[in-house]
């Protein structure tokens, strides 16, 4: 059975930095991609980053581009997402997720997931 679960989620100040977790179980976890999604009360679910089987190749939504970097350790099937410069606006659950999906185009599409954990709720004061 594919468990993915996220923890580091939490009520932070605007300006602050947060580190999300997602360990991964029951998947073959080096041949996945893996990405961070989030999703605001009363919105859609939002692609925010993704990164490669391998690691080279990663992709950030323009909103969080210069703020988030994501990145994997394959001996640990963890994927992390650090968040610099948290805004208000980046209130949401994050959701991890993983797929095989290969190029900046398919990662970035939520269709493209097989496996999601529940999330973790980030909330930005101002």
């Known amino acids: 059975q594919v468990r993915m679960a996220e923890s580091g989620g939490g009520l932070v100040q605007a300006g602050d930095s947060l580190r999300l977790s997602c360990a991964a179980s029951?998947?073959?976890?080096?041949?996945?991609?893996l990405g961070w999604f989030r999703q605001a009360p009363g919105k859609e679910r939002e692609f925010v980053a993704a990164i490669t089987r391998s690691g080279y190749s990663t992709y950030n939504a323009d909103s969080v581009k210069v703020r988030f970097t994501i990145s994997r350790d394959n001996a640990k099937n963890t994927v992390y997402l650090e968040m610099n410069i948290l805004k208000p606006e980046d209130t949401a659950i994050y959701y991890c997720a993983a797929s095989l999906c290969g190029s900046g185009g398919s990662c970035r599409n939520r269709a493209a997931y097989e496996y999601w954990g529940r999330g973790t709720q980030v909330t930005v004061s101002s």
């Open positions: 029951g998947l073959a976890f080096s041949v996945y991609s």
